[in-house]
Structures are given as structure tokens and as C-alpha cells.
């Protein structure tokens, strides 16, 4: 009789590209004490998905939607739909506040056309460039601060 090929091999169900299953995170007191907050099951976990939306929409998109829907409107109805993810409701509070700030000096230049035009390109530059970046960085939910409305961002959604 002859030996398999794999015989003394441990076989592994999982190839080794993907990695190790997660373990179940510990809620309350120490392991073993039993303790839980009121209120919870023996099932059940505290999970936090911080990639789930409150919109039918991907991520990525919802947080580019901050900027391109019209700011700064379609950063306000953003703060007003979403509120699961917070790197949607940071882009959203960014827009708001930067654009906002950006309406006040178009009103304030209005009197002259090249400051005007310049203005206006300078809005469609912060909008294609933070647009790129809210895209680009959602998979590692980093955050693109534009000086002081980032920062103001940032501080508003610690404090909600």
C-alpha cells in the first residue's frame, strides 16, 4: 500500500491568502465574570461597522456627493440623511462650512468679474480635489482637512 502524498500534512480549510477569521470582541466586566450592561443577551456583541451608511449608497459615493450635489446644500442634506458613518457626516460638515464661507465671498466680490471668475475656479478646484480625495481615501476612512473648516469639522462631529 502506498503513502498519499499529503499523508502527515495538517490540512487547513482556508487558503492562505485570506486572513484569520475575527474573534468575538469582550463586553463588560472581566472574561469570565459573567457581567453584562442591562439590557444585552448572551448573543449579543456590541459591532460597530464604521463602512455602513444610512443610505442605499456605497460610501465612497455619499461622501463625493458631499461636495458635488451643489455645495453647500448637498452637504446639509447629507447631515441631515446620514447618520451612521462619520467620515460621511465629516464631509458633509466640511462642505457645508467651506462653501457657506465660500457663498459670503462670492457675495462680498461680486463687484468685480475677475475676482468673480477667480473665485468660481477656485470653487471648482476644492471641489474636484476634495472630491478626488473622499473618494480615494474611503478605504482607510482618512480625512482630507482643508485649514481651519476641516479642524471646525472635525471638532462639530466629536461634540455630536
Known amino acids: 500500500m502506498r503513502a498519499s502524498p499529503t499523508a502527515g500534512r495538517s490540512y487547513s480549510p482556508l487558503p492562505p491568502s ?22 444585552w443577551g448572551a448573543g449579543d456583541r456590541e459591532t460597530v ?42 464631509h458633509a460638515w466640511q462642505s457645508s462650512l467651506l462653501f457657506a464661507f465660500l457663498v459670503v465671498m462670492h ?9 468673480s471668475y477667480t473665485l468660481l475656479l477656485v470653487d471648482l478646484g476644492l471641489i474636484a ?11 482607510t476612512l482618512d480625512r ?4 481651519f473648516f476641516g479642524p471646525l469639522a472635525s471638532s462639530i462631529l466629536d461634540d455630536e
Request: aromatic fraction near 12%; glycine fraction near 10%.
Open 18 to 39: 485570506l486572513p484569520p477569521p475575527l474573534l468575538p470582541t469582550h463586553v463588560g466586566g472581566p472574561p469570565g465574570s459573567g457581567y453584562r450592561p442591562s439590557g
Open 49 to 90: 461597522n464604521q463602512f455602513e451608511t444610512s443610505l442605499p449608497i456605497r460610501l465612497d459615493w455619499e461622501a463625493v456627493m458631499a461636495y458635488v450635489l451643489l455645495p453647500p446644500a448637498g452637504g446639509v442634506l447629507l447631515l441631515i440623511m446620514e447618520h451612521k458613518s462619520d467620515y460621511v457626516r465629516f
Open 107 to 115: 457675495g462680498v466680490f461680486m463687484f468685480s468679474a475677475f475676482l
Open 129 to 139: 480635489w476634495l472630491s478626488l480625495h473622499a473618494y480615494q481615501d474611503a478605504d
Open 144 to 147: 482630507c482637512e482643508v485649514p
